[in-house]
Structures are given as structure tokens and as C-alpha cells.
């Protein structure tokens, strides 16, 4: 039998209805959550990111607001446009979507960002509560997105033995946070292109989150049988798009997350969540 795929639109959809509830909760108070998204150049697949993010906001009842700037905009430039976002009162979320423009440092971007209105959750002291045991402010909207997927698909987290592949900021790193922290209880093991043993590592793994950005790196024998596979990794190739997982690793998986269609969605409703929840908390 093939894995289980794990159809991350219909959670997602689920995870926006609860949001449209909480707004219309707001609404009735006066308050409208108002999300400010800042995209900076012509970069195609962005901008289609950012048009999910506009239409997630209208089915949910977010008050969105789309700011443009060059190409050729400079660090100075972007976090001018941030701080008068920072500064407005009916501003209850702020992204800026990536990438930024060429030699701009997304980290000072991040950091700029008041941290009651980092809808993205990579402020450092939104990340900073993270390390410490605290998952109830803004998280990182594709980890806590999967912690979702997680739990909707019953999964036994406590005890398990998790492998996440890839130690990035927004996704490896918080991802290895949230499934090690006290009510999720599992034993994780952070794994990337320098670590030794990486194919027998991975097939020991109950749950395995390729996180890497590379086509198809994770293959079948790569994988536990049973175990639940999510795939992060989304590249584009000649045919389509590709995720970090072979799709004959569904032969071995008990679960997997499909590419497209699985985590992207997720991480759009958590979006959604979280500028409910900084609206709420302003």
C-alpha cells in the first residue's frame, strides 16, 4: 500500500475558518485585523506568493494592504517603509515578503520589525521565546503550520523519533524547537549536507521534514516504512515543480505531504492566524 497524502488545503482551509470566526469576533468590537505586506521587485514566483496571501486575507476578513517598491531598493529604504508600518496604529501585521533585493540582509529586515506585528515570527525575541519553551506568541508560520498538519493526521509525536533536515532560521532550526518542546515530546536530531551517515540517519526517523530546497533528495530508501514524510522544498524544474522527496518514497511512508498542495497552504493559513493573534494581542 502507498502513503497516506496528507491534503494540506483542506487543513488549511479549516485553520481559515477558525481565523474568519476570531476576525468577525474583532469586527464586532470595532477592530479590523489589517496585515501590510512590502514586496520589493518583479521576482515572479513572490508575487504569486503574495496574491495567496491577498486571498487568504479576503476569505478570512483581513484588511490587506500591498506596498510595492524597486527592485533597486536598498536596505535604508526598506526598513524607512517598515518603520512607518511599525508606527501605525491600524497596522496589526507587517511582512516583507522575500526575497530581498540583491544585498539587502534579510536578518536586519526581520529585526526591524515590531515584534508584536512580525507575522512571520523571525523577530529575534519572537524566535528568543521559542528557545526558551514558549510557543504562545508569533511562530514561524511553515513549522508551526506542520506542527498542524501533525496533530489533524493523529500522529504520535511524544516519543517519536524526528529528523529535520535542513538548519535554517525559518524553517530548520524552529521546526527542531517545536518538536522537541514539552506537549510535543519528540526526540529530534537536526541534519544537513555536513552530517555524517545522513541516508541511515533519515530511515530511522518516525518523522522526517525535508527542509533543503533540493529536487528530490530525499529517495525511497532514504525513508522508514510507516513513518510520516514532510516535505518542505518546493523547486521549480522542467515539467513543474519538485519537492525535496522522491515520489517513490510514497511507496515506503505511511503519510507524505504532496508538493505542491501540502505544507504551502498550511504556511499561508498560519499567516493568517498569526495576524489574528497580533490584532487580538495589540
Request: proline fraction near 6%.
Amino acid at each position: 500500500m502507498g502513503a497516506k497524502v496528507v491534503d494540506g488545503r483542506i487543513i488549511s482551509l479549516a485553520v481559515q475558518e477558525e481565523v474568519s470566526l476570531g476576525v468577525s469576533k474583532l469586527v464586532e468590537r470595532g477592530l479590523e485585523p489589517h496585515l501590510a505586506v512590502v514586496i520589493a521587485g518583479e521576482d515572479p514566483a513572490s508575487h504569486i506568493y503574495v496574491r495567496n496571501k491577498e486571498k487568504a486575507c479576503k476569505n478570512c476578513g483581513i484588511l490587506s494592504t500591498r506596498i510595492d517598491l524597486p527592485s533597486t531598493s536598498s536596505l535604508k529604504d526598506i526598513l524607512a517603509t517598515v518603520e512607518k508600518l511599525n508606527s501605525d496604529p491600524k497596522i496589526h501585521g507587517i511582512l516583507v515578503q522575500s526575497p530581498a533585493p540583491q544585498g539587502v540582509d534579510e536578518r536586519i529586515i526581520a529585526s526591524s520589525i515590531d515584534p508584536r506585528k512580525d507575522v512571520d515570527g523571525f523577530h529575534p525575541s519572537n524566535l528568543g521565546r521559542l528557545v526558551q519553551g514558549d510557543s504562545s506568541g508569533l511562530l514561524p508560520c511553515t513549522p508551526s503550520g506542520i506542527i498542524r498538519i501533525l496533530r489533524e493526521s493523529k500522529v504520535q509525536m511524544r516519543g517519536s523519533r524526528a529528523v529535520v533536515l535542513g538548519r535554517s532560521r525559518i524553517v530548520g532550526m524552529p521546526m527542531a524547537l517545536l518538536l522537541a518542546q514539552q506537549g510535543v515530546d519528540s526526540t529530534v536530531t537536526i541534519a544537513h549536507s555536513r552530517t555524517e551517515g545522513l541516508q541511515e540517519l533519515c530511515r530511522e526517523a518516525d518523522i522526517l521534514v525535508a527542509a533543503v530546497g533540493v529536487p528530490h533528495v530525499v529517495k525511497s530508501d532514504w525513508v522508514k516504512p510507516g513513518s510520516f514524510v514532510v516535505d518542505v522544498g518546493i523547486s521549480r524544474v522542467e515539467g513543474g515543480l519538485a519537492g525535496d522527496v522522491s515520489p517513490k518514497a510514497s511507496q515506503v511512508a505511511g503519510w507524505i505531504t504532496p508538493v505542491p498542495g501540502g505544507v504551502g497552504p498550511m504556511t499561508i493559513a498560519m499567516l493568517m492566524s498569526n495576524t489574528l493573534r497580533a490584532a487580538q494581542e495589540q
